[in-house]
């Protein structure tokens, strides 16, 4: 069972964070599998058939996974029907895949200058993460690097939204993002749980 409010914020003040994301964060049950079984099965058996991993490259995070939200500007306010499920994906084969596409696209753009939305969406590369779906080529002419980009973007937000579809998820907001590595997705948590103790701290 995910720790309580309370016990998360004892974990803020006394445990090393990378130690609160190795086990209640990257690890652990998720509040909403655990009022949904067949949810975890389903998500998982999706993402295997749409992306074609396999099903511990698949974790659960954000207020989904704590039954709260962890954001700092959101904690602690409760999972609730409305909330959206956030989805880690880890994978150096997709993740290498869409890097070499988009450093073709970049390399090839006069002047080397990418649209801001996408140049924006393709920095978070240094940190060993990326949301392909915010890939943004609206209005560029097509190119076959551009085209190459669009399937890598089109098959990310298809598989993602058609899971919003299925009945178990009752029409909720599922996003993924994509990490090279289970370290780079646990350097970025345990980054973002600083940011979170330091706003529980400034509020106390």
Known sequence: MPPTVSEFRDLLEAAPLGTIVDEHILAGD?????????????????????????????????????????????????????????????????????????????????????????????????????????????????????????EHRTRWFNCFQSISRNPIFAARAVKGRLYRTWEHARLYHIDSLRALKEAVVRRE
């Not at 074609?52 to 700092?72: C, D, E, F, K, M």
């Open 30 to 150: 998720s509040f909403f599998f655990r009022r949904t079984p067949r949810a975890q099965v389903t998500l998982e058996s999706h993402l295997q058939a749409q992306l074609g991993i396999t099903a511990n490259q698949v974790r659960l995070v954000g207020s989904g996974h704590a039954g709260y939200s962890l954001a700092p500007d959101g904690f602690p306010r409760t999972f609730s029907r409305a909330s959206d499920l956030d989805v880690v994906v880890v994978s150096d084969i997709l993740f290498d895949g869409l890097w070499q596409t988009i450093l073709r696209w970049h390399y090839g753009l006069p002047g080397r200058r990418m649209p801001a939305a996408s140049y924006d969406a393709a920095n978070r590369i240094y940190w060993g993460w990326i949301a392909p779906d915010r890939l943004d080529v609206s209005g560029l002419p097509r190119s076959a690097q551009i085209m190459a980009v669009v």
